[in-house]
Each structure stands twice: as structure tokens, then as C-alpha cells.
């Protein structure tokens, strides 16, 4: 069965500072690993995704991810956090063998202080 | 390419009554999956639709139900509604080819409200 982690509930960071948000996962068959971000009262936003390839990823608004399979970790980053990234962020993962059955963290908070 | 979208965007039912959601994917994108999001729960997946077949279900009772039609766009329905059925309902396209393949786009969500 897949599952998602995401170990912290809030994360906190001033603005200017780089701030991680942690991910980790367990599937069966090779990973499709995602990340969302939803503004209130909005639908999911697509900002990065992990098929193959360089574990670094690069996607929308300066964010970034490391995928690192043998801690099973997609951490999310970005070298210098806006009070506009704050939101709330949801990892998702997808097991190659299982169609399109997204299986989504519960999200953490994140919260940049000016 | 316009995104998803989602009618209505807000609905408030009472309990017992039915609602039917609507879902219109982003143009060429062949699979609908549709998603419950409530603070308790978080993010749990219903179903997803590809050319009109359900084709992976999640684990929700038979009171949710969908359907696809030809040209993709989707409905779910819930019967019998309950007052633990209130939550956001995701729609999500995605396409099989091309640079987005794999990914899946969200609308803006659908508020039930159950009273």
C-alpha cells in the first residue's frame, strides 16, 4: 500500500530565510512523487513533480525537491522564503503500478513571518 | 488552455437529499479523479474516470458514485446525504502524454455543505 508522511503539522520561517518542508513516502513499485500547494478556499496547486531522472527537482515560484530513495524522502525547499508562500502544502505519491491513485500527505503549514 | 473547473463552487443540502457535482477537465486530458478533502481526514481519493471507464476506486460507500461522459467532463453524485459527507470535492484532470503526463491538475473545488 502507498502512504505519505509529513512529519510537521506547521513549520515556521521569517522571510528571507530558506525553509525545507519534509516528505516521506513508502510504495511498492517506483515512485511518482509530487508536491502541492492550496491557498484558502482553493484547489490544489501543482508546483513540482519526481518521475526519474536527477533527484534534484526544479518547479514553479523557486521552489525545489531532493528525492532520496534510500531515505524514501522528497523534501521540499526554497532558499529564501516570501509571506506569499504561506500555505499549505500537501506531498503526494503515486506507485507506477497503481493508475492514477494519488495518495496525498495531510499537509503542513507553512507560516513565513515578515 | 483553460483549467479545471468545477460547478458549482458552493452547496448547501440538508440530510437525506442527493447532489449531483460537476467537472470539466482541461482540454485533451482523459482521466478525472475526484478527491474528499475534510480537516479530519485530509485528502482521500474516490475515484478516477479514463474514456468513460471508473478505472480505480477508493474506499468510500456505494452512496458516491460517478460517471464520465465522451467528452471527458465528469459528475460525482452522493445520495443520502450525511452530515459527515460536508467537505471541499476536488476534481482533477490529467493527460497520458506530453509534458504534463502524470500530473494532476486540480480545480477549484466544489463546498458541501450538509445542514
Known amino acids: 500500500a502507498q502512504s505519505v508522511a509529513q512529519p510537521e503539522d506547521q513549520v515556521n520561517v521569517a522571510e528571507g530565510n530558506p525553509l525545507t518542508v519534509k516528505c516521506t513516502y513508502s510504495?511498492?513499485?517506483?515512485?511518482?512523487l509530487f508536491w502541492y500547494v492550496q491557498y484558502p478556499n482553493r484547489g490544489l496547486q501543482f508546483l513540482l513533480k519526481?518521475?526519474?531522472?536527477?533527484?534534484l527537482v526544479k518547479g514553479s515560484y523557486g521552489f525545489e525537491a531532493e528525492f532520496n530513495k534510500s531515505q524514501t524522502s522528497f523534501h521540499l525547499k526554497k532558499p529564501s522564503a516570501l509571506v506569499s508562500d504561506s500555505a499549505l502544502y500537501f506531498c503526494?505519491?503515486?506507485?507506477?503500478?497503481?493508475?492514477?491513485?494519488?495518495?496525498f500527505g495531510p499537509g503542513t503549514r507553512l507560516s513565513v513571518l515578515p | 488552455k483553460a483549467g479545471v473547473t468545477q460547478t458549482p463552487r458552493y452547496l448547501i443540502k440538508t440530510r437525506g437529499q442527493q447532489v449531483t457535482l460537476s467537472c470539466s477537465p482541461i482540454?485533451?486530458?482523459?482521466?478525472v479523479s475526484w478527491y474528499q478533502q475534510t480537516p479530519g481526514q485530509g485528502l482521500q481519493f474516490l475515484f478516477e474516470?479514463?474514456?468513460?471507464?471508473?478505472?480505480n476506486k477508493g474506499n468510500f460507500p456505494g452512496r458516491f458514485s460517478g460517471r464520465q461522459f465522451s467528452n471527458s467532463r465528469s459528475e460525482m453524485n452522493v445520495s443520502t446525504l450525511e452530515l459527515g459527507d460536508s467537505a471541499l470535492y476536488l476534481c482533477?484532470?490529467?493527460?497520458?502524454?506530453?509534458?504534463?503526463?502524470?500530473?494532476?491538475?486540480f480545480g477549484p473545488g466544489t463546498r458541501l455543505t450538509v445542514l
Open positions: 474516470y479514463f474514456s468513460e471507464t471508473q478505472r
Open positions: 503526494a505519491v503515486r506507485d507506477e503500478n497503481y493508475g492514477q491513485n494519488f495518495v
Open positions: 510504495v511498492s513499485g517506483n515512485p511518482y
Open positions: 482533477a484532470s490529467s493527460s497520458t502524454s506530453g509534458e504534463g503526463a502524470d500530473t494532476q491538475y
Open positions: 482540454s485533451g486530458h482523459r482521466s
Open positions: 519526481y518521475i526519474t531522472g536527477d533527484n
